[in-house]
């Protein structure tokens, strides 16, 4: 058991009571929270701005996450493996105060990349004492429209890798020679810069918000609060451990194909659990794809961690470092959730998403009050294209589907998988900010949930109408062939599609992405998938099938086939 208790700590040497430490730590993760805030209102693209893909957190010296915001669990549990990379080619004693650490490069530590990772020390009375670090996702960093290349066969065809390098802010960003670099490898070089200056800036927050604090509290107080922090999460953690069976439980999940062809792909898991600890094995994972649905190391790590802390953890439960030391990862290299370089990974979030429905199934069978049926858990990512004669236009949206049912309650309707955890784009900030497309449909798909005794959660339709010639599309999918699980009875949930219609004809476009060119009057429909059922669907609650009814959420077919028609004579 942790050392670190209710009623008081210490760490090195320096005891901190504990109203002291409530403080500190929620002012580390107040700090963590005003870093998301400028990040935010600073950003140029609507996938910080309005999606809010992005990420910021305080890690310590060693690396270890001290606090972070609530933001996206695939970045966050990763971030100190990516601090590790960097700190592994720029030695620490390098860095000055106006320095930051840049990496987007999925075999040095990063995810994919769009995603660019920003570090900076923190120095206190000359002292390195921390770092901060974000995440944000870029509409374009070459490569395909909006760095989605969906017949890319290696990480060349992605994009443009950075791998971990040292930049002074003043002299190289702004104006300098990484600025003319990026800005020249970016169909969007003004949204390129303008984001990262807002990332560049969420971490002069954390870095004046953490001087504050240890002026206010001292070096000490601060630093011991810190390391206080993650041993009570690694605590909170292992006692959470301790109430599962003893045991080896497996699951498994599978992709719809590799990109260029149908064939699934199996993503297998084993999980041990023993005493107070787990060990997370992907041993019978599927060879590396040749196409883009590869996960670097990096995301497999964070949807692990992120499963365990979904079906284990508490609402309260503070996520830091310290609350995953308990875990123990191991990923075949050469595998799907390990590849070897150069594969491509712009589609990692479909298989780390199997990943964490893998580690969920094997852990709900342990604890079956804690368990919950596959989501849609799918990033079905649309991005829609112009170019002008003022440049590049691209407009990009993740959309959604439906979660799992679990016990208890139905699946939530049409929200990020769990992994990814970004926002809704509102129909009117996308047709203010883009003229060359209209929505006219956004609405969830009655019938969409797997039956249950808890349904799972809806999946929905967006429907773009093209208003100017030469739109292009590019897009990534999965869950077209294979339907989400359902568990204990419950029925699967449903697939999705991808579908331009043009002078009255409907083409279905490709199952894991692909490409088309649109002109006034197409539309392009894209309809995600529910999930999964949990339970009997004869046991399910009378009324909720007479509200689900009332509310179109589901036909009068759908009851009488999975209800009995004494449940849809209700509606």
């Given at each position: ?34 870093m ?30 001290a606090a ?15 601090l590790?990379?960097?700190?592994s080619?720029?030695?620490a ?20 990349l ?16 921390a770092?901060?670090g974000?995440?944000?996702h ?15 066969t ?9 791998p ?16 003319g670099?990026?800005?020249a ?21 954390g ?37 599962v ?9 599978f ?31 599927d ?15 964070s ?16 996520t830091n ?7 123990t ?25 199997r ?16 368990a ?10 649309v ?26 309650r139905d ?17 009117e ?21 797997g ?35 359902g ?7 449903t ?7 043009s002078k009255?004809?409907?083409l ?21 998938g529910?999930?999964?059922g ?33 449940h849809?004579d209700r509606?």
């Open positions: 058991m942790s050392a670190v208790s209710m009623n008081a700590g210490q760490q090195n040497g320096h005891a901190v009571d504990p109203v002291t430490f409530q403080i500190v730590n929620g002012a580390l993760i107040a700090a963590t929270r005003a998301a805030l400028i990040l935010r209102r600073s950003a140029y693209s609507t996938m910080i701005r309005e999606t809010q893909d992005f990420s910021t957190a305080i890690l310590d010296t060693q690396g270890n996450l972070q915001s609530e933001a996206i669990p695939l970045h966050l549990n990763s971030l100190g493996y990516a590790g990379h960097c700190l080619a720029i030695p004693d390098s860095l000055a105060a106006d320095d930051m650490m840049l990496v987007n490069d999925p075999y040095h530590g990063g995810q994919h769009p995603d660019i990772q920003v570090f900076a020390p923190v120095f206190y009375r000359g002292k390195l004492v770092y901060l974000n995440l944000a870029h509409t374009d960093i070459s490569g395909g429209l909006g760095s989605l290349n969906p017949t890319a290696d990480v060349f065809q992605e994009g443009l890798r950075i971990p390098i040292k930049i002074r802010v003043p002299d190289d960003l702004l104006g300098g020679p990484v600025h670099l990026l800005s490898n970016s169909r969007l070089p003004a949204n390129l810069i303008g984001d990262l200056n807002a990332q560049v800036a969420a971490n002069r927050t870095q004046e918000r953490l001087v504050e604090l240890m002026d206010k509290y001292g070096l000490e107080t601060v630093l011991a609060c810190m390391a206080m922090a993650q041993d009570l999460g690694e605590q909170k953690m292992r006692q959470a451990i301790e109430q069976p003893a045991g080896i439980y497996t699951g498994e999940d992709l719809d194909g590799d990109g260029f062809d149908t064939v699934p792909m199996r993503i297998a898991v084993t999980v041990t659990v023993s005493s107070s600890t787990i060990d997370v094995d992907f041993t019978g994972t060879a590396q794809a040749r196409g883009y649905v590869n996960s670097p190391m990096a995301s497999t790590i949807a692990t961690l992120t499963a365990i802390r979904a079906v284990l953890g508490e609402p309260e439960m503070q470092g310290g609350t995953f030391r308990p875990i990862i191991n990923a075949p290299k050469g595998t799907l959730l390990n590849p070897n370089y150069p594969a491509p990974v712009r589609l990692r979030m479909n298989s780390s998403g990943a964490y429905g893998a580690v969920l199934q094997a852990l709900g069978k342990a604890v079956p009050s804690r919950a049926a596959s989501g849609f858990d799918t990033t079905t990512c991005n829609l294209g112009i170019l002008t004669e003022a440049g590049y236009r691209i407009y990009m949206e993740p959309l959604r589907g439906g979660l799992g049912g679990a016990h208890g699946g939530a309707d049409a929200i990020s998988q769990l992994l990814s955890n970004s926002a809704n784009t509102p129909v900030s996308a047709e203010s900010d883009y003229d060359y497309f209209r929505i006219v449909r956004y609405e969830l798909r009655p019938d969409s949930g039956a249950g005794e808890f349904q799972g959660g809806l999946g929905c339709v967006r429907e773009f109408e093209i208003v100017r010639d030469g739109v292009q599309v590019v897009f990534s999918s999965d869950r077209a062939n294979n339907k989400p699980w568990i204990m009875g419950g029925a699967p949930g697939i999705g599609s991808v579908k331009v219609i009255g004809k409907t279905q476009l490709p199952a894991n992405g692909g490409s088309a060119s649109l002109n006034r009057g197409d539309r392009l429909r894209v309809e995600t529910g999930g999964g949990i339970g009997d669907p004869a046991t399910r609650d009378p009324d909720l099938v007479a509200r689900d009814l009332s509310l179109g959420r589901i036909t009068p077919e759908f009851a009488e086939k999975h209800y009995g028609k004494s849809s509606g």
